[in-house]
């Protein structure tokens, strides 16, 4: 038995250098592409860019349910944006609260007879209404299906050539919406792009615009945005860099809308539709050897709220585990397969491994870690490796992001939020990473039992998350 709990030790030491040095070497390939993404962004004009863009018709699919508080000013947001062509269609998903009351006042709706430009199945359409106001702001009335059922309803009836699908909760700069439409522009096989999000709490929003950037006041928020630095700045760039982007965040992401609709829009029966929908595009135009690209490119900038209670964020996590599972079941049969290049034989084995398996992984290896140093089985040197490996190289791949962002687009311009950043990264590792470990355990248990909900999130609003900011003034 001793002589197993070494060999699995051993095991352990493998597993997270694997882990760890993957990481770093996404973090390099991302360190190269933002310093030339950035070099490049210095010599474009947002104004060139807008006009250029404006060819471009796009529509904004937003779902809603029971939005009421903030849908208001979320679509005042978004009516602002700099564009010249877009559309913007609110799905009321069933809200049982005054969600579709408070858009019919708020922007003069009335009922309008659309044809629909998709076929994609969905729950009953009750009606869809125009803005007498701005003729570019359409609300889809329907039966609740969930935001993937929501997703596809603002498909059908949408006019873009290209579509952006968002939360009602995230607020996009202005300019958004011209630098995620340039890579279509760029290269017509371009199928989706991936912009990234950031998190809103601390900042000062006015006029549904971001002005004062900062941190959040609570600890746990303050956790994510370091979250998010290290997932969109250097997992998500590195992985661009080569060519197999898997994940496009539900929150902020553009779509060919003819391609989505090829493949049959989100799919409905996935917590993960967002995920699910990139992977099944990859594998889509791979089995018809349609030439393509799907990329994260990393300055349209959208900004949502993050759970600021441990039970909101524990079932955003474990839902998220729950989706990626879903995912790998479903498109189990791409996995190690030359056919789909390096998403098949890179990405997803990557996914499975350390994503999906790892706090499985993670959980028995501190186990089987503090037995063997209990017995006095573990060397010193042994003890020094697991910790460098499991502890300390994080903390150094979380700094390391925290350095993209001051190298690359710096919207923590205070001395003291760059400080506190990067003492996250050191502490993070000591407590908030194994509760996270252990919500992400959970989830892949709840997958395995088919069980789950969606869970939902209280929202602040635009003017709740920006207390933060406030109480930094005062």
Same mark, same amino acid.
């Given at each position: 038995?001793?002589?197993?709990?070494?060999?699995?030790?051993?095991?352990?030491?493998?597993?997270?250098?694997?882990?760890?040095?993957?990481?770093?070497?996404?973090?390099?390939?991302?360190?190269?592409?933002?310093?030339?993404?950035?070099?490049?962004?210095?010599?474009?004009?947002?104004?060139?860019?807008?006009?250029?863009?404006?060819?471009?018709?796009?529509?904004?699919?937003?779902?809603?349910?029971?939005?009421?508080?903030?849908?208001?000013?979320?679509?005042?947001?978004?009516?602002?944006?700099?564009?010249?062509?877009?559309?913007?269609?609110?799905?009321?998903?069933?809200?049982?609260?005054?969600?579709? %009351?408070?858009?019919?006042?708020?922007?003069?709706?009335?009922?309008?007879?659309?044809?629909?430009?998709?076929?994609?199945?969905?729950?009953?359409?009750?009606?869809?209404?125009?803005?007498?106001?701005?003729?570019?702001?359409?609300? %889809?009335?329907?039966?609740?299906?969930?935001?993937?059922?929501?997703?596809?309803?603002?498909?059908?009836?949408?006019?873009?050539?290209?579509?952006?699908?968002?939360?009602?909760?995230?607020?996009?700069?202005?300019?958004?919406?011209?630098?995620?439409?340039?890579?279509?522009?760029?290269?017509?096989?371009?199928?989706? %792009?991936?912009?990234?999000?950031?998190?809103?709490?601390?900042?000062? %929003?006015?006029?549904?615009?971001?002005?004062?950037?900062?941190?959040?006041?609570?600890?746990?928020?303050?956790?994510?945005?370091?979250?998010?630095?290290?997932?969109?700045?250097?997992?998500?760039?590195?992985?661009?860099?080569?060519?197999?982007?898997?994940?496009?965040?539900?929150?902020?992401?553009?779509?060919?809308?003819?391609?989505?609709?090829?493949?049959?829009?989100?799919?409905?029966?996935?917590?993960?539709?967002?995920?699910?929908?990139?992977?099944?595009?990859?594998?889509?135009?791979?089995?018809?050897?349609?030439?393509?690209?799907?990329?994260?490119?990393?300055?349209?900038?959208?900004?949502?709220?993050?759970?600021?209670?441990?039970?909101?964020?524990?079932?955003?996590?474990?839902?998220?585990?729950?989706?990626?599972?879903?995912?790998?079941?479903?498109?189990?049969?791409?996995?190690?397969?030359?056919?789909?290049?390096?998403?098949?034989?890179?990405?997803?084995?990557?996914?499975?491994?350390?994503?999906?398996?790892?706090? #499985?992984?993670?959980?028995?290896?501190?186990?089987?870690?503090?037995?063997?140093?209990?017995?006095?089985?573990?060397?010193?040197?042994?003890?020094?490796?697991?910790?460098? /490996?499991?502890?300390?190289?994080?903390?150094?791949?979380?700094?390391?992001?925290?350095?993209?962002?001051?190298?690359?687009?710096?919207?923590?311009?205070?001395?003291?939020?760059?400080?506190?950043?990067?003492? /996250?990264?050191?502490?993070?590792?000591?407590?908030?990473?194994?509760?996270?470990?252990?919500?992400? /355990?959970?989830?892949? #248990?709840?997958?395995?039992?088919?069980?789950?909900?969606?869970?939902?999130?209280?929202?602040?609003?635009?003017?709740?998350?920006?207390?933060?900011?406030?109480?930094?003034?005062?």
């Amino acid at each position: 038995m001793t002589g197993l709990l070494q060999v699995f030790n051993v095991f352990i030491l493998i597993y997270f250098a694997v882990l760890n040095g993957f990481y770093l070497f996404l973090s390099i390939l991302a360190f190269k592409s933002l310093r030339t993404y950035v070099l490049r962004l210095r010599s474009l004009n947002i104004d060139d860019l807008v006009s250029s863009s404006g060819g471009l018709p796009v529509s904004l699919i937003v779902p809603a349910y029971n939005e009421a508080e903030t849908i208001v000013e979320s679509v005042r947001s978004l009516l602002t944006l700099r564009y010249s062509d877009y559309e913007i269609i609110v799905v009321n998903d069933g809200s049982t609260d005054a969600t579709l %009351v408070r858009l019919i006042a708020e922007f003069g709706l009335r009922r309008i007879a659309r044809v629909a430009t998709s076929d994609v199945s969905t729950e009953p359409i009750r009606h869809v209404y125009q803005s007498s106001r701005h003729p570019g702001l359409f609300v %889809v009335d329907k039966d609740n299906g969930g935001k993937a059922d929501a997703l596809n309803a603002g498909l059908n009836y949408s006019r873009g050539a290209i579509f952006c699908a968002m939360d009602a909760d995230t607020l996009l700069e202005a300019d958004a919406l011209a630098r995620v439409a340039r890579p279509f522009l760029e290269d017509t096989s371009t199928v989706a %792009v991936g912009g990234i999000v950031r998190i809103i709490n601390g900042c000062d %929003v006015d006029g549904g615009s971001i002005g004062d950037i900062g941190l959040p006041r609570k600890l746990l928020p303050r956790f994510q945005v370091l979250e998010y630095l290290r997932a969109f700045l250097a997992s998500r760039v590195g992985w661009d860099r080569l060519g197999a982007t898997l994940i496009i965040s539900g929150a902020f992401g553009a779509f060919r809308r003819s391609t989505v609709g090829a493949v049959g829009g989100f799919d409905t029966r996935s917590v993960g539709e967002d995920m699910e929908l990139v992977v099944r595009l990859h594998r889509y135009c791979r089995d018809n050897a349609i030439p393509y690209k799907i990329s994260f490119i990393p300055d349209p900038v959208a900004w949502t709220e993050a759970p600021e209670k441990l039970s909101q964020l524990a079932a955003q996590r474990d839902r998220w585990q729950r989706g990626l599972a879903q995912v790998i079941a479903r498109h189990r049969s791409m996995i190690g397969r030359r056919r789909y290049g390096i998403p098949g034989m890179v990405a997803l084995p990557y996914f499975v491994a350390f994503e999906l398996l790892g706090p #499985v992984v993670e959980l028995l290896g501190w186990v089987a870690f503090l037995i063997a140093l209990s017995l006095g089985l573990v060397s010193l040197a042994h003890a020094v490796a697991f910790l460098a /490996l499991a502890v300390f190289l994080g903390s150094a791949l979380s700094v390391a992001s925290v350095a993209l962002e001051e190298m690359s687009f710096r919207r923590y311009r205070r001395s003291r939020d760059l400080v506190t950043l990067l003492g /996250l990264a050191l502490v993070e590792s000591f407590g908030y990473r194994q509760i996270s470990t252990y919500w992400r /355990l959970r989830g892949l #248990v709840s997958a395995l039992r088919r069980d789950g909900t969606w869970g939902e999130m209280q929202r602040g609003g635009f003017k709740g998350v920006a207390q933060g900011a406030e109480a930094r003034q005062s």
